[in-house]
Every structure is written in structure tokens, then in C-alpha cells.
């Protein structure tokens, strides 16, 4: 049986990958530079993603306007477990959530044909305070993964399912220090 909140991630023993949609005037400027400069906005929030399934559902599979681009960001481990152990859960008491420079969110996993499933996905909200500390610090590369999302997207849409999971990037469950865990609800 799955459990329910887990961290599932592509990850190696320094960095770990998340996954971020964007328009192409943004994703263009920041992979040239392998790093994210303007037009990225370091004055709100930005989420990060884990999960591959999760973001192709959000983006509807990078066709939804604004988000045609999909970015895999590797960033170092170290960032981001600071950025967890620094995490407030949304549905926390209002004044926390509004204090705490991380945000995370636990949203239904999906299927490769966009089902939800029953287990969670976490979804990570990297505040106005450490978006600078992301981008110019845990931020290791940038690679443009759309090719590879429009290569899944056409086999999947031509029932060809068992080709495309071969596509998906490995996920694997994540370890989380217990007290990070704890308070984030993930389960060990």
C-alpha cells in the first residue's frame, strides 16, 4: 500500500530535481544563462514540483498559456531541505502561513493519463525571502525537458502508454529527516 504523503523526486547524492512550467520569454533568458534571471520574478512566490506527473497535469502537458515551457531544475539537497525545514503547510493557522518564508501543499499524485490517485504530491512555494537564495544558490542546472514532455504527450494521446511510462523520469521516495517530516505530515 502507498502511503499517502511521501516525497517522491529524481535525485542523486548532492541534488535533487523539481520541475517548473513557464512562458518562453521567461524559459528562453534562463536557460541560455542556466540560471534564472529576468524577466523571472524574484518579488513573489515560486512553486516547485518534485513530481513530473503533477506539473504535466498542471500545464496540461505544456499547453496551457503561460506554462508551454517545462524547466527540470536540479538544486542542490542542501537547499532543499533547508527550504522544508523552513515550510509552513498551507492549511496551517493563517498568521504562520503569512510568517513563513516556505510554503507546501499536498495535492492528489496523478497518472500518466492525468487520473488522480491516492496518494499526494507535494508542491513547494519558495517565498520572496529565499527566492534570490534559489536562484543563485541552490539552483545547480536548467534543462529544458519539452521535447521529452511533447514525445509523451503524442504517445500517450495515441494509446501508446507502455512507450511513454518508459519516458517519465525515475521518481523514487525522498528521505526526509524525521523532524522536517513531522511537521510537513510525511510519512516515514
Do not use: C
Not at 113 to 142: K, M, P
Request: charged share 20%.
Amino acid at each position: 500500500m502507498t502511503a499517502q504523503h511521501q516525497i517522491r523526486a529524481d535525485y542523486d547524492a548532492r541534488t535533487v530535481v523539481v520541475y517548473q512550467a513557464y512562458a518562453p520569454t521567461v524559459a528562453g533568458p534562463a536557460l541560455r544563462e542556466n540560471r534564472f534571471v529576468p524577466p523571472f520574478s524574484f518579488n513573489r512566490m515560486t512553486w516547485i514540483k518534485p513530481s513530473f506527473l503533477w506539473l504535466m497535469h498542471r500545464s496540461n502537458w505544456a499547453q496551457k498559456s503561460g506554462q508551454e515551457r517545462i524547466l527540470a531544475v536540479r538544486i542542490t539537497r542542501a537547499g532543499w531541505e533547508e527550504a522544508l525545514s523552513q515550510a509552513v503547510l498551507t492549511t496551517a493557522d493563517p498568521s504562520a502561513v503569512a510568517k513563513s518564508p516556505v510554503h507546501v501543499q499536498w495535492d492528489p499524485e496523478r497518472s500518466l493519463r492525468g487520473a488522480a490517485l491516492n496518494h499526494y504530491s507535494i508542491q513547494v512555494g519558495v517565498g520572496r525571502g529565499l527566492i534570490r537564495t534559489f536562484a543563485e544558490e541552490w539552483v545547480v542546472d536548467l534543462t529544458d525537458v519539452t521535447p521529452r514532455v511533447q514525445k509523451i504527450a503524442a504517445l500517450r494521446q495515441s494509446g501508446r502508454s507502455a512507450q511513454a511510462q518508459r519516458l517519465l523520469p525515475p521518481e523514487r521516495i525522498y528521505p526526509v529527516p524525521p523532524a522536517v517530516a513531522k511537521n510537513l505530515r510525511i510519512d516515514a
